[in-house]
């Protein structure tokens, strides 16, 4: 198993611009997150999914849009990349309490 | 609100020495609990985790936790560090009841060993 996966590993956007980080897991969780890590901050939540097509706002969620359509994939878009959503994201699968992390994607945006 | 403090942002210990890192946590019910490693430019790694029964909680890398429901804390130790556990450390309580995925994560602990 890949387990969870997450692509570009880096990426700088300007302001304005957008685009979608990818996720995968191939462990068949029904339970994915997003979470987003800056210094001194921890990780902080974004969005989160209990299943295909069930998505639910987390605690940092403003800026950010996310749609689960299969079980294996959950995307999040930046509509409108801001210099705030500068950061390093991570990708999550759940089971039974227990999440597992994808590599990372650091984003700059300028 | 559920919360999770880790008092220390930065902990330097010489390599062979004990370890303990603190994680405190605000949560009415029996908390699941979590602790994460992250090597730099990594992700995150799970050391080890506590839902219920023995207190005493042992993970990987000789590393093992100790909930007490008391002082709510479940502190990380390791009996002889290595230079190899340099890295940022994190405590996490599951959010809300349910396995929804959601967790609340400490502000991290960053160790550093010393030769």
């Known amino acids: 198993n890949a387990g969870v996966t997450q692509t570009p590993k880096f990426q700088v956007l300007k302001t304005g611009q957008s685009m979608t980080l990818q996720c995968a897991q191939d462990?068949?969780?029904?339970?994915m997150s997003w979470y987003r890590q800056d210094p001194g901050m921890g990780l902080r939540l974004i969005h989160y999914?209990?299943?295909?097509?069930?998505?639910d706002q987390g605690e940092v969620p403003n800026g950010y849009n996310v749609s689960r359509s299969t079980t294996e994939d959950f995307p999040l878009r930046l509509l409108s990349a801001a210099p705030s959503q500068t950061s390093v994201y991570f990708c999550?699968?759940?089971?039974?309490?227990?999440?597992?992390f994808g590599p990372g994607t650091r984003l700059t945006v300028l | 609100a559920q919360s999770v403090t880790q008092p220390d942002i930065h902990i330097t210990v010489s390599e062979g020495a004990s370890l303990e890192l603190r994680c405190n946590y605000s949560?009415?019910?029996?908390?699941?609990l979590f602790w994460y490693v992250q090597s730099p430019g990594q992700g995150l790694q799970l050391l080890l985790k506590?839902?219920?029964?023995?207190?005493l909680v042992q993970g990987i890398k000789g590393f093992e936790a100790e909930f007490k429901r008391s002082q709510s804390s479940f502190n990380l130790r390791k009996p002889s560090v290595h230079w190899s556990d340099a890295a940022e450390y994190f405590c996490?309580?599951?959010?809300?009841?349910?396995?929804?995925?959601?967790?609340?994560f400490g502000q991290g602990t960053t160790l550093q060993v010393k030769p």
């Open positions: 999550a699968s759940s089971y039974k309490h227990t999440q597992y």
């Open positions: 506590y839902f219920s029964g023995d207190t």
């Open positions: 996490a309580v599951v959010h809300g009841s349910g396995n929804t995925g959601k967790l609340i």
């Open positions: 999914s209990v299943g295909a097509g069930i998505t």
């Open positions: 949560y009415g019910a029996t908390p699941y």
């Open positions: 462990m068949n969780h029904e339970y």
